[in-house]
């Protein structure tokens, strides 16, 4: 029997490739790419450092422009927009949690969190009231007011997630959002992540850590610029990961991590 509301794709990769060229030297960072991200699931990219996984995120982003290839999201080709358009539909349709953080440091975390609002044209009482209640949601209320300096590394992500969430993104990409975190602050971003998804939310996440790959329902591999791997883990309900870890240990090394 067929389900009555079969996944669907929110966007779609077709044939990507990312040459990066330095002299007379090239570099094939993402080689003939072709995937489906399924709407509602929550998709991990692994692999090893250098493998392609920032690359590849950046074009499924419109972050930067593919060599060749296409992206489609909700059917519309991304790359084939000019830049201004691109940046205002980015602003829209998708949140993006960088490894780095990123917030600007003389703006307060609420200002932060604003920012891409006003960006969309969105008006500003309802963008600041919204950007209050997400910092309430990730736990920042009181650090609302504050520069990202006087705040910790996790409050500094959970205010980047918050930023990455004003618009109501469809979907949302985080690239290694634990990178720069200890482990209990981690274990704090993955768990909002998490809940976030089980609300509802489309997530693409980049780790190369096999803890925070267990939250995804499915697990893309990336080896030397290709997808050397792709499986369905079903949905983390929460419970005891050692079970996922092993599954995911297994699948990852045997699709060319170490
Ligand atoms: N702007 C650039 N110019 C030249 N080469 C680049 C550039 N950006 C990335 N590369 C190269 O492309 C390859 C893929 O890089 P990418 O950052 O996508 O890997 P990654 O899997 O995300 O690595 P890591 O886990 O270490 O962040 C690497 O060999 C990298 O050196």
Same mark, same amino acid.
Request: net charge neutral.
């Given at each position: 029997?067929?389900?009555?509301?079969?996944?669907?794709?929110?966007?779609?990769?077709?044939?990507?490739?990312?040459?990066?060229?330095?002299?007379?030297?090239?570099?094939?960072?993402?080689?003939?790419?072709?995937?489906?991200?399924?709407?509602?699931?929550?998709?991990?990219?692994?692999?090893?450092? *250098?493998?392609?996984?920032?690359?590849?995120?950046?074009?499924?982003?419109?972050?930067?422009?593919?060599?060749?290839?296409?992206?489609?999201?909700? *059917?519309?080709?991304?790359?084939?927009?000019?830049?201004?358009?691109?940046?205002?539909?980015?602003?829209?349709?998708?949140?993006?949690?960088?490894?780095?953080?990123?917030?600007?440091?003389?703006?307060?975390?609420?200002?932060?969190?604003?920012?891409?609002?006003?960006?969309?044209?969105?008006?500003?009482?309802?963008?600041?009231?919204?950007?209050?209640?997400?910092?309430?949601?990730?736990?920042?209320?009181?650090?609302?007011?504050?520069?990202?300096?006087?705040?910790?590394?996790?409050?500094?992500?959970?205010?980047?997630?918050?930023?990455?969430?004003?618009?109501?993104?469809?979907?949302?990409?985080?690239?290694?959002?634990?990178?720069?975190?200890?482990?209990?602050? *981690?274990?704090?971003?993955?768990?909002?992540?998490?809940?976030?998804?089980?609300?509802?939310?489309?997530?693409?996440?980049?780790?190369?850590?096999?803890?925070?790959?267990?939250?995804?329902?499915?697990?893309?591999?990336?080896?030397?610029?290709?997808?050397?791997?792709?499986?369905?883990?079903?949905?983390?309900?929460?419970?005891?990961?050692?079970?996922?870890?092993?599954?995911?240990?297994?699948?990852?090394?045997?699709?060319?991590?170490?």
């Amino acid at each position: 029997m067929t389900s009555p509301h079969p996944p669907s794709a929110i966007l779609t990769a077709d044939g990507l490739c990312k040459t990066y060229s330095s002299g007379n030297q090239q570099h094939h960072a993402v080689r003939n790419v072709t995937v489906d991200i399924v709407e509602g699931e929550f998709t991990v990219i692994m692999g090893n450092s *250098g493998s392609g996984k920032s690359s590849l995120l950046y074009l499924l982003s419109g972050l930067e422009q593919a060599t060749a290839g296409h992206v489609l999201f909700k *059917g519309k080709d991304i790359h084939a927009l000019p830049q201004k358009e691109l940046a205002k539909f980015r602003a829209k349709e998708m949140g993006y949690i960088y490894q780095s953080i990123n917030l600007i440091p003389d703006l307060t975390l609420l200002e932060n969190v604003s920012l891409p609002g006003y960006v969309a044209g969105r008006p500003k009482a309802e963008v600041k009231r919204e950007a209050a209640a997400l910092l309430e949601q990730m736990g920042l209320a009181s650090e609302s007011g504050r520069l990202p300096m006087q705040t910790s590394g996790g409050q500094q992500q959970r205010g980047a997630i918050a930023r990455a969430l004003i618009n109501k993104p469809p979907l949302l990409f985080a690239d290694e959002p634990t990178g720069s975190l200890n482990y209990d602050q *981690g274990v704090s971003v993955l768990n909002l992540l998490t809940k976030l998804n089980h609300g509802g939310q489309s997530i693409v996440m980049v780790t190369h850590d096999i803890k925070a790959a267990c939250r995804g329902d499915r697990i893309i591999v990336i080896s030397d610029g290709k997808i050397s791997g792709d499986i369905q883990l079903g949905r983390y309900d929460g419970g005891d990961m050692s079970e996922r870890e092993s599954i995911v240990f297994a699948f990852a090394t045997k699709e060319g991590r170490p």
